[in-house]
């Protein structure tokens, strides 16, 4: 039974949840390329970060040269988005009698795409198969990801150079789109808007800490303008 | 090898949001204050890195100029917005055959 529901998520996450995830993972294996990080490092980011958002960062700041310690604290200020989504996601698989390890890898295995769709499908899949159905979702969303990095990543070299920029450029498209087709309220939209305004900024002020502190700066001005209506 | 120890310290730090989440389940309003702030800022973040991306590109992006990138931006949005409803693989894949159709 449980077996089954393992199978529907599979399933589910093998027709167009992976067709997007293949685009955006393609082309971040094409930018680790462009920057020079070994094969393994980028295919093993997917698995070990397993946030896009996070990689990029861990990429980027790898090629500005910036301190270790900036770049651990940016990543991780850039996940904190996985704090909210576990703390609501969690209550809705968890079943009598299961041991609590099987959440805390379910923790690892959440992304923006495995939970949204969770959140969508969850009402419709009874809560002692949510677990099984949110492994076998996420767990074919990873391999994809992680195939599609090293696709990315080995294919770029033997594309022609307009090409290969297209499949970098396809990185900001999608967050671009991801990012704006989520606008639903205004500490989404504050904050997007404000960032948006402190990243350059920052960056022109110190390209190493640009990161962490466009997100303290524009994050906290968001905050701010939130508060005053 | 620093390399691995960076990525496996990423990983970590990650993993430092997603597994006290499991934990703490009613201990943390989603309406209080805190939460609101640690929003705002993960918004930021990432806004900040892509918006960063699109107008000092570092790396490849570099070749392109500022209105290829503005073009590419508009044409994805268009795609995804007006074209389709929100079909995030049609509005990725015409920002960047834009990009094509520049160059050509």
């Known amino acids: 039974m449980t077996n089954h529901a393992f199978l529907q998520g599979a399933r589910e996450a093998a027709g167009v949840p992976s067709a997007v995830l293949v685009a955006g993972f393609v082309g971040f294996g094409a930018l680790a390329a462009a920057q020079q990080v070994p094969l393994g490092i980028a295919v093993a980011s997917t698995v070990v970060i397993w946030a896009l958002p996070g990689q990029l960062i861990f990429i980027d700041m790898h090629t500005l040269g910036a301190p270790l310690l900036a770049t651990v604290v940016a990543v991780m200020l850039s996940s904190a988005r996985f704090l909210p989504m576990t703390l609501m996601l969690m209550p809705e698989m968890r079943q009598p009698g299961r041991p609590a390890w099987q959440y805390y890898v379910a923790a690892q295995l959440l ?8 959140v969508a499908r969850f009402p419709g899949i009874p809560r002692a198969q949510r677990l099984a159905w949110f492994y076998g979702f996420t767990l074919v969303l990873i391999l994809v990801s992680a195939g599609s ?7 770029a070299d033997r594309l022609p ?22 606008v639903r309220e205004r500490t989404a939209a504050l904050g997007l808007a404000c960032g948006a305004l402190a990243g350059p900024l920052a960056y022109v002020a110190t390209p ?19 508060r005053m209506r | 090898m620093d390399l691995w120890l960076l990525l496996g310290a990423c990983g970590a730090a990650t993993y430092l949001w997603r597994g006290p989440g499991v934990r703490i389940s009613a201990g943390l309003d989603p309406r209080g204050e805190l939460f609101s702030w640690i929003s705002c800022v993960a918004y930021a973040i990432i806004a900040g890195v892509v918006s960063r991306m699109l107008v000092i590109p570092t790396g490849v992006l570099a070749e392109t100029s500022h209105l290829e990138r503005a073009l590419c931006s508009v044409a994805a949005l268009a795609a995804y917005f007006w074209l389709t409803r929100r079909n995030l693989f049609v509005g990725v894949l015409a920002g960047a055959l834009a990009l094509c159709l520049l160059r050509l």
Do not use: D, N, Q
């Not at chain 1, 990095?149 to 294919?155: H, L």
């Open chain 1, 208 to 226: 190493e800490w640009s990161v962490p502190l466009a997100g303290f700066a524009g994050g906290t001005a968001a905050y701010l303008l939130l």
């Open chain 1, 149 to 155: 990095t090293a696709v990315g990543y080995v294919g």
């Open chain 1, 161 to 182: 150079p307009l090409a290969r920029l297209a499949l970098v450029m396809m990185v900001p498209m999608y967050y671009l789109l991801i990012l704006l087709g989520a």
């Open chain 1, 111 to 118: 992304s923006l795409s495995g939970w949204t769709m969770a």
